[in-house]
Structures are given as C-alpha cells and as structure tokens.
C-alpha cells in the first residue's frame, strides 16, 4: 500500500522523517512520524514559521478555528471561565496550544468587561513562531500574560485547551483480512515514503464487530496529557474544546476508513504521507477515552456536550445581540449542527475538591456526560 509524495530529499523535514525511519530499522510507528511532521523544532508544522490560522486561502492560512471566525466565542467561553474561577476560588487562566492568541485575548477582555480581571494568563505552547504572534497579539495584556514550556509540579486556575487534543500523534491500527495491525511508515529504494502494517497486539479500546477491512486510530498521548493534568491540577477546572465523538460512535463498524485528516489552505486530504510539514495532520478526538482516562488518574468528569449547546448555555445570543451583521452571521457556524455545533464537543474536569457545590453554566441544559 503506498503513495505517491515528492522524494524525502526536497526538504530538510523529508530528511529528518527519511533519518527517523533508518534510525528505526526501516519502519516508523505513525505516532512518531506524526509528531516528526508537525512538532520537529524550526521544520515540524507547528515549529515553522508559516501561516496557520485564518479565514481565507489568500492569506496563506491553512485552516480557521472558532476564535478567529468570531471573538464572540471567547467572548461567551468568558463567561463559563467567570462561574469556573469564582466557583473554584482561582483567579489564574492556562491555556495550551494558543494558536495566534486570539481566544487569550477575547477571554482576557471579556473577563475585565465582567469585572473579574486575571491575575496572571499563562500560556503554554511549544512553537516559537506561534509564540511571537501571540506576543504581538497580547502586547496591551503584556502584564498579565506569561509563557512556559513546561507544566509546574502544581497548578491552579481554569485550563482551557482549544483544539489542542486533536493534534496530538496518534497511533494507526488497520484490520486487514481480519487481522489486526499497527500501521507505519517506511521509505522505498526512490525515497518516496509507504505504508507498511505490522501484525500488533493492539486494539482499539471497542471490539468493531465484522471482519471487513477498517483502519482506526488510537490516542495514548492526549490521554497521557490528560494524566499529566490530573497529576498536576491541584485546584481549579479544565475545558477542552475539539471535534470528536463518543467511544460508541467514535468506533462505529461504518467508520471503516478512521478519522485521519490533513488541512491545507483550507482544503482537505488524507494523505499524511505527501507534503510533509507543509499542512496539519489531525484526527478526531475519543472524548470517552479522555473522560476514562481523567477519572482513572484522579479528576471528575463535571459536563460533556455539543459546542452550540454549551455555547448557548453561556449566553451566546445575549452576547451576540451588540454584535454586528458580520458576526452575527459567523455565530451561526459556532452553533450550527452541519457546521461546528454539533461535530466539535466541550468537555470539563476538575480535581474532585473543585468539582462539588457547582454545575458549570455550559452544561446547564443538554448534558452528555451518560453518552460517553
């Protein structure tokens, strides 16, 4: 099973995944390769210095998320951080994975508009370009917001994470002829990067019942990030916003192909394997394996639902009645169930000494979490 990509010599990037795959004996878990081509320093996606974020091709952006559609969405997820920090007694924001800093500054204003100002935003993200365009972003928020490259041993504080899951490598398994497999990638005589499946003893976390072909993903680094964050959050609440579904749905026996996509000026593909650091490379999140994964390591599942349900317990119309024609039509792709409403889902935890007494306001009606 191959493609048809450029040769591993036309880049720096190519030659670093060509490297990779010699160093492994000749084959790469998709996990690794994944995380070459999005996070390897100066070259990976997200560490170069290339559009990411925007609304249009002509800017040169590959993809647009919910803060830089409308300020409208962290203006309304201001709301849910309001109740989350007067409810937990913190006065702290972190955020991984910040993007162009636009939702850190929509929830840093809308916070002082509701007289509840921050002490301290702090950021985490690995990409330095990215960090120099959240820096021009936040330059009037320049006191209250900080950078880190690692988690502290404690934190306290709401955690927001905006399309970070999604992002992190995940591990390919394809059912092949009734046979399970690990699918990896492998570099031919001419450097053009291949397929290759190794039989495995892993499984999807889901029996999928039929023996037709289907290729699936699996997803131990987010759940390990969600470890690390139960480790780590001694008070305060995390909601994490991404597309994805319920184990049930997630593992469908229709859903035979998986759910690996690439972004590319704002056209998609599934082929990961050309193009390498060129364009994303994401796969839908496993919110069930996410909320097993918290409770397992210590923190309580406190709300799961639709991003236009929890977006409009927060008081999404009421936010948007000063807005504009402009935006007021943009909200609607926040909400909309055949747009982003009902394909992206919310989900918050907290240590169990900040999760009793209150019922977070975005999933005051049209809670989920019995579906996971």
Not at 138 to 162: C, I, K, Q, S
Not at 207 to 226: S, W
């Amino acid at each position: 099973m191959a493609t048809e990509p450029e040769s591993l010599t036309t880049s720096p990037l190519q030659a670093r995944v060509g490297a990779a795959i010699a160093q492994a004996g000749g084959w790469l878990p998709f996990d690794r390769f994944m995380a070459i081509a999005l996070y390897e320093p100066g070259l990976g996606y997200y560490a170069n210095a290339t559009p990411k974020f925007g609304h249009l091709p002509g800017s040169g952006s590959d993809f647009v998320t919910a803060p830089e559609l409308t300020p409208l969405f962290g203006q309304t997820l201001a709301r849910q951080v309001a109740q989350a920090l007067a409810a937990t007694g913190t006065d702290a924001v972190w955020e991984f994975g910040a993007g162009t800093g636009a939702l850190a500054r929509q929830v840093i204003e809308a916070l002082a508009a509701l007289g509840q100002p921050l002490r301290r935003y702090t950021i985490v993200d690995l990409s330095g370009s990215l960090r120099e365009r959240q820096r021009a972003t936040l330059a009037a928020h320049a006191d209250v917001v900080h950078w880190v490259d690692a988690l502290p041993d404690r934190m306290e504080g709401v955690v927001l994470g905006n399309e970070v899951l999604d992002a992190m490598p995940v591990q390919l398994l394809a059912r092949v002829n009734g046979v399970w497999h690990e699918r990896g990638v492998a570099q031919d005589a001419a450097g053009v990067l291949t397929w290759v499946d190794r039989a495995t003893a892993l499984r999807p976390p889901l029996e999928v019942p039929g023996e037709h072909d289907y290729v699936t993903e699996i997803h131990p680094q987010a759940e390990a990030f969600v470890r690390t964050l139960a480790d780590r959050l001694w008070r305060g609440a995390a909601f994490l916003i991404d597309y994805g579904f319920p184990e049930a749905e997630y593992y469908h026996p229709q859903r035979s192909a998986g759910t690996l996509i690439c972004h590319r000026a704002h056209r998609s593909d599934d082929d990961p394997l050309r193009d390498v650091g060129e364009k994303d490379i994401t796969a839908h999140v496993n919110f069930t394996g996410i909320a097993l994964a918290a409770q397992h390591a210590g923190l309580d599942v406190i709300g799961y639902t639709s991003q236009g349900r929890f977006l409009l317990n927060c008081g999404l119309i009421d936010q948007a009645r000063d807005a504009d024609a402009k935006h007021n039509a943009l909200m609607q792709r926040l909400v909309n169930e055949h747009e982003m409403g009902e394909l992206f889902k919310v989900i918050a935890l907290a240590p169990s000494a900040s999760s009793a007494g209150w019922v977070p306001i975005g999933f005051s009606a049209g809670d989920r979490t019995h579906r996971l």
